[in-house]
């Protein structure tokens, strides 16, 4: 697919800009409205922000604030627009790891195709692998989940629910 001088120039500023590539780009999947665009909240794009600054953050909140919605465009972003980049996503089980995968495919199902520059090599319903490398993978809490992998990104999902966290975190904060 041939790409235009306009499109072009949308590929970096998404590529630099991960509330550009959310806000102008991303569609999301609401409960009752459908598929929508997202549009982030000030607090989601503070949040944005934190992650790139920062390597370790843990967020307390309410429910319902849609950061499992921003983790996974975060993701999706990440995975597009740079090489080589393994994301993990650990969850108290496997199905709801496998959610974070579904907001991905969702996101990417409702890109532009001149937007996704990899290859979609695999997808599952607990990993995406992309031609530039990258990959983001769900896996459930484990004695060993995560600890053979050399790791980009780790998501831990409702960590407050996970059994043993101190023992996994010892396991997982060196990968």
């Given amino acids: 697919m041939a790409v235009n001088r306009a499109q072009v120039q ?6 630099k800009n991960p509330d550009y ?6 569609k999301i999947q609401h409960p009752t409205k459908g598929l929508i665009p997202f549009k982030t909240f000030p607090f989601q794009d ?10 370790l953050n843990v967020i ?5 604030l849609g950061i499992s919605t921003l983790v996974a465009a975060y993701c999706t972003w990440l ?18 790891a496998q959610n974070i995968i579904k907001k991905v495919k969702v996101i990417l199902d409702n890109l532009p195709r001149w937007l996704i520059l990899p290859k979609i090599e695999g997808r ?13 993978k769900a896996i ?5 989940a995560g600890r053979s992998e050399a790791i980009s990104l780790m998501i831990i999902d409702e960590a407050a629910f996970i059994k043993n966290f101190d023992d996994l975190w010892t396991g997982l904060y060196p990968t």
């Fill in 79 to 96: 995975a597009l627009f740079q090489k080589d980049q393994n994301l993990l996503i650990i969850a108290t089980k496997q199905t709801v």
């Fill in 46 to 55: 503070d949040c944005v922000q934190d992650f790139i600054e920062h390597r």
């Fill in 21 to 26: 590539f959310f806000n102008t780009y991303c």
């Fill in 140 to 144: 459930p809490t484990s004695d060993d």
């Fill in 10 to 15: 949308e590929i970096v500023k998404c590529g």
């Fill in 124 to 136: 599952n319903k607990t990993e995406i692998t992309f031609s530039n490398g990258s990959s983001v």
């Fill in 60 to 64: 307390l909140k309410a429910r319902q």
